[in-house]
């Protein structure tokens, strides 16, 4: 079955810096890629994602690009701010699968001030 | 804006007793999702229920554990009978059609305590 491994698992970054974080996946079958944010307490929030056909996508600070030689795909946040603060999970997808997600384990993000 | 709920959000029960969580999807969507997460590790699919069936389950989804959907707005997850490693966060999520599942929109979660 699908694998997904996600690093790195913490990740601190000052206040207007930029943030990156990576996955890789197993099965070369996946063609959908969602990434989530957890905030303490909530359910996993989705925030972007990006199907096999693109290469980049991109949501005002938030982007995500896949590589699906490398079987790669990574997370970047822009000028960030405080609220960005959380555990980010990506995840993987067959769509023919009947929308099943493996998870890969989360990065907690702080941003300090 | 619509958004998944779930309740009870924290349930305490004993080993052996049977749980029911219950969740309200989006309403015009027409995938339903079962995952966990256990204190500190991934999020792990359980069981997805589609048409009024289940269309896919993991092997955690044993027969301790059933779903329904026992009326146009409810999703339930029933746990007969309840182990301590069942102690977990249990997210419902849902998806519209897109000619197949679209984008999951998760509930914020129950917390089942099993002692």
């Known amino acids: 079955g699908e694998n997904v491994e996600q690093h790195p698992s913490t990740l601190s970054v000052q206040e207007g810096d930029s943030a990156v974080i990576k996955c890789t996946y197993s099965d070369s079958a996946s063609n959908y890629f969602p990434w989530y944010k957890q905030e303490l307490g909530k359910g996993p929030q989705l925030i972007i994602d990006?199907?096999?056909?693109?290469g980049e996508k991109k949501d005002q600070r938030i982007a995500v690009t896949l590589n699906k030689t490398a079987k790669h795909f990574s997370l970047h946040i822009t000028e960030t701010q405080p609220e960005d603060s959380a555990v980010y999970f990506c995840?993987?997808?067959?769509?023919?699968?009947?929308?099943?997600?493996?998870f890969g384990a989360g990065t907690q993000v702080v941003v300090t001030p | 804006e619509p958004e998944v709920t779930q309740t009870p959000s924290h349930q305490v029960t004993q080993m052996g007793q049977e749980v029911i969580l219950r969740c309200v999807p989006i309403?015009?969507?027409?995938?339903f999702y079962w995952y966990r997460q256990i204190l500190g590790q991934k999020v792990e699919f359980l069981v997805s229920?589609?048409?009024?069936?289940?269309?896919?389950k993991s092997e955690i989804f044993d027969d301790q554990f059933s779903v329904e959907r026992p009326d146009g707005s409810n999703f339930t997850l029933k746990i007969r009978s309840t182990k301590l490693e069942d102690s977990a966060m249990y997210f419902c999520?849902?998806?519209?059609?897109?000619?197949?599942?679209?984008?999951?929109?998760f509930g914020p979660g129950t917390r089942l305590t099993v002692t």
């Open positions: 990006i199907r096999s056909n693109v």
């Open positions: 995840a993987a997808s067959l769509t023919d699968s009947w929308g099943k997600l493996q």
């Open positions: 229920f589609y048409n009024n069936e289940i269309s896919e």
């Open positions: 309403s015009n969507h027409l995938y």
């Open positions: 999520a849902s998806s519209d059609y897109r000619g197949g599942p679209g984008e999951q929109y």
